[in-house]
Structures are given as structure tokens and as C-alpha cells.
């Protein structure tokens, strides 16, 4: 259903889009400003009429929605109201119900003015810290400093920010102080500080301005539908599949050098032998005679897509070690591509031990840090392409070998991914039968199914969710929890139901107009295949339900054995999103259970409790919960420095306590001051828990929830 509908949206998109959009006409304030490009204008057109054509929540774009975008649009550059003042706000007023008549015109001009405002008066007031600097402190003053000020009306001065700011430098410098260092020495690494954001201030792009506009005008639709510019997709697209081509060692920006932190095992980096942590790059060519770039001082996203490509291709690098001066000379190094697997984020597993009544029980614990799957080797047809079934049916073979007698899937964290993987991984615990439902937007519902008989693993099973559990972990659990394949335990999942396609800009907008933009455009660096030109819009196009009928939607899944909660519920998931969906319902599909836990949960629930209730862990756990709350309520802080420091040491000598408390519950010693914690310690007290509650249903002897034949 899906390859239709792409194909669907691509050939309506192109054929209603033909026609160039109104140029936007631009007023800068100042030499410096950003400004939009045509390419920009056509984007946002092409996705406003996907959006109002295709999305599956119609919504149509009017000065009601026009409203929606630009309160999140300014939320988004201020969320804190650190920068801009009432004046500001009362200027922007004029394009609240106007935007949605830009968007559909594809003109970004009030969207880059408001922008431009804001950067203004960011770059003042980062200025203004540094100035800030020159001036005497007195830290023995009762002053506070609020920090959380989005609940606050704006500042209805500069004035008034200037005493908001003033405030931040002495906080700033407090911290510093509190250290131990000297205050010259404090000041001239605060000025670094402010020196190095105005830096990173002045590198941003009209990109960077056309993906926060994007973000606040698709929010609005829905949470779920999102347009990427092309570096944003490209990493979108290596996060779903976890593998990417290039040359396999990770980048950041240091002191305006595009500095190697890490090198991939087995990339071609590392079998070179001549690339090292901390190398910083200087330049950068393509292929063995291509012309070499400075790279110094460029965004590190922009440096990426540089060094990014095809497998295969060759890529030459300028290095300077890090010992070596920026005068030495950079040594020359020759690399050729590859496709490089990111094992460190996949599906991982464990085993852990539990006693029953002088029974040892081994448990294997596989953790699913998302439903990835590298859709491109998949539809080439590689055998060997990189999926989460794949390899958790790898770890599943190995536990059985191992003797498991039972295994929890832990998708805590996991926040979705691939459709097809969520099936296909149910598939692994039952023989056939529905998995989910799906409705599109002529509401007609289509049944996805398990049809492979093949079952990997039939003994008991748990899975582990928590509230960042979402998307395919839901329909994963729902699954899982509707055939009485498992027990769930956690607490309450995310609650997104709804579906997603990935739109390749590239190939929406009509070739003619294609060829008129990149003519038009600037010599400027692109990537060297590694990105599109044009991005991609993730468009909601349908809405999951379980097979009882239930949508995943607001609502999650509930778990049989319920964990509190870490993670605020008030604060994160679906119903807190004031553009979600709202929850329904529709038929049930026929299926067959293959267990029921009916008369075994409420024995689990009561065992649990039990522990819970003579665990000191669990009694940590609630005054973290609680103590959590109450930071969150908290909105500012003394700039007394006698008052910070009592308060300072009196919290890290309770955090140090409690830290110690809790390893002790746990059976680990307690440490000493300034020692570091050991590595690979298990401290995981959920996860322990989850294997505990499915062992207590292994030694209950109950079978009610056995796999049928």
C-alpha cells in the first residue's frame, strides 16, 4: 500500500505543481541579514500543497492555522523570552494571519524579517555579556538570577533585558568562581565562551532560518509530519537504517577546527593507520585530482555533507595532529568510501540471573534501540541488509543456545522507526496473523500480517516500555499484548498512532523548474551524493490501530504490570501535543490468541508489589520521581555566592549519599569521594525488575500463555 501511495503523491505532486511560485521580495535591514532563496520558496510551496492534499489530518491553511505558526515560530527562536521585547512581539503582530497566504505563495519575507529581528538582538545581547565582563562583581548581594522565563510576559525594555542579561554573566562567572579558580582567569574563559556563541551565531545559514520556519508551519499539521533539509535528511535517513557511507569516524567543531573525536572500527579511517582522535581536517577534495576546500571555520554539518559519499568514491583529507601548530604543514591522506554498519546503536543483548527459591533462572535481555532498517540495500536486494529483525533473530539464536529460560525485550527509550520492522519482528514470536491496522485518508483500512509460520522464539516473554516507547514499539507491544504473546510491563507508552512516508523532494519537483533552480543557484558546496538538493517531508498519510480495534493514538499501550514513571506524563507524549490526533476506535480483526495472562496478572501484580514495597531501590526511585518535581517547579537561583555554595554542597553531598545508597540496594559498594564509578556496572534497577516479574511467571508454573502448536 505504501510504494502506491509514494507513487501517487510523487505523480499528483508533479502534476499540480508545475507553475513557479511568486518570488518573495525581500527588504534586509541590514548588510548582514539572511535572506531566502528561490529554491527555498519552491520547497515551501510544493510542501504546503502535499500537506493540504495528502495529509491524513486535513487541515486546511487559513488565517486560523496562519495564527498556530507563527506563535510556535516564535516560540521556537525565544522559547525563554531571553532576547526579544513586547516592541518586537507588537512589530511581528502584523503577519500573524498572514502567513498562510506566504506559505502558499512560497514568500519567506516576513518569515526571514522576524528572523533577522531576533538574530539582532541575539548578537546584541551575547555583545553585551562581553562587555558585561569589564565591570566589578559583587557576589555577597541577595540577588537571584531566573533562568526559566517562558511562563514570564516578554521584557517590555532593552532595559530590561540588559539587568536580565547583567544577571546571567554574574551567574555565569559564580559557577566559574565556585570552582576555585581565579576571577581573571574566570572572565577571559567566559569571554571565550560568549566569543565562541557569537561565532557559532554568525555561521548560521538561510537553511537554519528555513528549518525552524519549516518545523513551526508542519508542527502546526500534526507533531509527526516534518520537513528535513538536506543535511537533516541525510541524517534522518542514516538514524532509520544505522549505517551511512563515508569514510567512518565521527566530527565536531572545536576552536573553529572540524576535529575527529572517534574512529570506526573497521572503516576505512581506521584500516588506513593514518587517521587519529583529535586529528583536526583543514581541507578537503573529491577524488584523486579534484581541488582541494578549506575547510576551516565552516559549520561541521556543512563539512559532513563535504565529506560524506557514495561507497566507493575517494575522498582526500589535509590533517594537522593535534599536537601541531596551525602553521605545520597538514600531511596528505587518500581515502576510498564504504558503507559503514553503527553497531554501538543496535539491538544489543544480556543475561541476567535470578534465584526462585534456590533455582538459578537465566533470563536473556535484548535492548531495541529502534526499529531501524536500511531500506535502500533492502530494495537492491542485498541479502545481507541491516534490519532490527534480522539481528534480533541472530540474538535470539544465540540465547537458545545459551539455555535462556525466558526473554525480555526492552524497547524503553525506542522511539519507533520502520513499519515493516515492527511486523516482521512480531513475526518472530508468532506463527501467523494479523500484527496491525491501518487506516489512510479515504479511510479505507488495510490488515498487515505476519505471514512467515516460522517462529524464532516460543518461550516467555516480557517487554519493557517506557513513555519515549513509541510508534512501532507501540505497535510492537499492542501486538504482543493483544495475542497474549507476552506480558508488558512499564509504564504507559508515548501514544503516537500515527504513519509517516518519507517524500525525496528531489523527486516531486518537476525536472523543468529542477533545472531552472540549480542554474539560478550560487556556486556554493553541496554534497557529493550523500544528500539531496532539496530535502524531504515526512508526511502523516495514515493512522495505526491494534488488532483489538484500538488506535495506538493519545492513549498508548497500558501495560499489565505498571512501573511509575521517570519520565513526566504531563510533560511528554501524544496528548500533551496540542495538533495530535485524538484516540478511536475501529473493528476489531480476526485474530487467534495464542495465551491469555488473564488469571496469572493480578498474582505477578501482587508478587511485585510485594517486592516493591520491602525495596529501598524502589523507595529511591519514588523520592527521585519527587525530587525531579520539584527542580522542575524551581525557576531561578541565588547569586549569593556564601548561599550557592551552602546549597551547591549540600545537594552534591546528598546526590554523592544517595548515589551510594543506591549502589548498596543493589549489592555494589558503596564509592569513596572523587572515585570513579567502575564500568559495566549494573545499575539498571527497571530492567532488573522486568526480568524478576517475568521469572516470578516462570516459577508460578502458570502456562496459560505458552505459544499454541
Not at 507491544?477 to 497474549?484: E, F, K, M
Not at 516479574?693 to 508454573?701: A, E, K, P, Q, V
Request: contains cysteine; neutral net charge; hydrophobic residues 35%.
Amino acid at each position: 500500500m505504501f510504494k502506491k501511495l509514494y507513487l501517487m503523491l510523487v505523480l499528483a505532486a508533479a502534476l499540480a505543481c508545475n507553475a513557479s511560485p511568486s518570488k518573495p521580495v525581500y527588504k534586509p535591514l541590514g548588510p548582514n541579514d539572511l535572506k531566502p532563496d528561490e529554491q527555498q520558496s519552491v520547497v515551501l510551496s510544493y510542501v504546503a500543497k502535499l500537506i493540504t492534499d495528502y495529509n491524513y489530518k486535513k487541515v486546511p491553511l487559513n488565517d486560523s492555522v496562519s495564527s498556530v505558526i507563527f506563535d510556535r515560530y516564535v516560540k521556537k527562536l525565544d522559547e525563554n523570552h531571553n532576547y526579544l521585547t513586547q516592541g518586537d512581539i507588537k512589530n511581528f503582530e502584523q503577519f500573524r494571519n498572514i502567513l498562510d497566504d506566504d506559505i502558499k505563495a512560497g514568500n519567506l519575507n516576513s518569515v526571514f524579517y522576524i528572523f533577522n529581528i531576533f538574530q539582532k538582538r541575539y548578537n546584541e545581547y551575547v555583545n553585551f555579556s562581553v562587555a558585561e565582563l569589564n565591570k566589578n562583581f559583587d557576589f555577597t548581594k541577595n540577588e537571584s538570577y531566573t533562568y526559566d522565563r517562558d511562563s514570564l510576559p516578554w521584557a517590555k525594555s532593552d532595559a530590561e533585558l540588559h539587568e536580565l542579561w547583567a544577571k546571567r554573566v554574574k551567574y555565569d562567572l559564580l559557577n566559574l568562581k565556585l570552582t576555585g579558580k581565579e576571577l581573571a582567569a574566570n572572565k577571559e574563559t567566559l569571554k571565550k565562551r560568549y566569543t565562541n556563541i557569537l561565532s557559532q551565531s554568525n555561521k548560521l545559514s538561510n537553511q537554519d532560518v528555513f528549518q525552524a520556519f519549516m518545523d513551526a508551519f508542519t508542527e502546526a499539521i500534526d507533531p509527526h509530519t516534518n520537513y528535513f533539509n538536506p543535511s537533516n535528511a541525510a541524517n534522518f535517513n542514516i538514524d532509520m537504517s544505522r549505517s551511512l557511507e563515508g569514510i567512518g569516524a565521527s566530527l565536531l567543531s572545536e576552536n573553529e577546527y572540524v576535529t575527529i573525536k572517534n574512529v570506526t572500527p573497521g572503516g576505512p579511517a581506521d584500516k588506513s593507520k593514518l587517521v587519529n582522535a583529535d586529528d583536526r581536517i583543514v581541507a578537503v577534495a573529491q577524488g584523486k585530482t579534484g581541488e582541494w576546500q578549506d575547510i576551516v571555520g565552516w559549520r561541521i554539518d556543512n563539512a559532513i555533507a563535504l565529506i560524506r559519499g557514495p561507497k566507493g568514491t575517494t575522498v582526500r583529507l589535509q590533517l594537522l595532529a593535534k599536537s601541531a601548530p596551525a602553521t605545520a604543514k597538514p600531511r596528505v591522506i587518500e581515502l576510498v568510501r564504504e558503507k559503514i554498519i553503527l553497531k554501538d546503536i543496535s539491538a544489543k543483548k544480556d543475561i541476567r540471573t535470578y534465584d526462585s527459591n534456590g533455582k538459578k533462572v537465566r533470563i536473556g535481555v535484548i535492548s531495541i534501540p529502534a526499529f531501524y532498517l536500511d531500506f535502500a540495500d533492502y530494495k537492491a536486494g542485498n541479502p545481507n541488509y541491516k534490519s532490527t529483525t534480522r539481528d534480533v533473530k541472530l540474538i535470539l539464536d544465540s540465547l537458545k543456545k545459551e539455555n535462556v529460560e525466558g526473554v525480555v525485550i526492552d524497547l524503553r527509550q525506542n522511539g519507533g522507526g520502520s513499519l515493516m520492522e515492527a511486523i516482521e519482528l512480531t513475526g518472530l514470536f508468532i506463527k501467523t496473523g494479523p500484527v496491525v491496522q491501518v487506516r489512510d485518508a479515504r479511510n479505507q483500512i488495510e490488515v498487515d500480517k505476519d505471514e512467515d509460520e516460522d517462529i524464532t522464539y516460543s518461550g516467555p516473554l516480557a517487554v519493557v516500555v517506557d513513555r519515549f516507547s513509541a510508534s512501532a514499539s507501540e505497535i510492537f507491544s499492542g501486538a504482543i499484548q493483544d495475542y497474549g504473546r507476552g506480558l508488558i510491563v512499564g509504564t504507559q507508552t508515548y501514544g503516537k498512532g500515527s504513519v509517516q512516508n518519507a517524500i525525496d523532494l528531489d523527486k516531486v519537483i518537476t525536472p523543468s523548474l529542477k533545472d531552472k533552480l540549480m542554474a539560478l543557484a550560487k556556486p556554493k558546496t553541496v554534497a557529493t551524493g550523500s544528500q539531496n538538493k532539496f530535502g524531504q517531508l515526512n508526511l502523516t498519510i495514515a493512522k495505526f490501530y491494534r488488532i483489538s480495534g484500538n488506535s495506538t493514538q493519545h492513549k498508548g499501550v497500558i501495560p499489565d504490570v505498571q512501573f511509575p514513571s521517570i519520565i513526566p506524563l504531563d510533560k511528554y507524549g501524544e496528548d500533551t501535543e496540542p495538533s495530535a490526533m485524538p484516540f478511536d476506535v475501529i473493528a476489531k480483526t480476526p485474530f487467534t490468541s495464542v495465551g491469555n495472562f488473564a488469571t496469572v496478572i493480578p498474582q505477578l501484580r501482587k508478587l511485585h508489589d510485594e517486592r516493591m514495597n520491602a525495596s529501598q531501590s524502589y523507595k529511591y526511585l519514588l523520592e527521585d520521581i519527587q525530587e525531579s518535581k520539584k527542580q522542575e517547579a524551581e525557576k531561578s537561583i541565588t547569586l549569593n555566592e556564601a548561599e550557592l555554595k551552602k546549597q551547591r554542597d549540600t545537594d552534591e553531598q546528598k546526590a554523592f549519599d544517595r548515589n551510594n545508597l543506591r549502589r548498596v540496594a543493589l549489592g555494589l559498594r558503596p564509592l569513596k569521594k572523587g572515585e570513579a564509578k567502575p564500568k559495566n556496572e549494573d545499575l539498571d534497577f527497571l530492567q532488573k525488575e522486568a526480568g524478576q516479574i517475568l521469572t516470578d511467571y516462570i516459577t508460578l508454573g502458570n502456562k496459560t500463555a505458552a505459544v499454541n502448536p
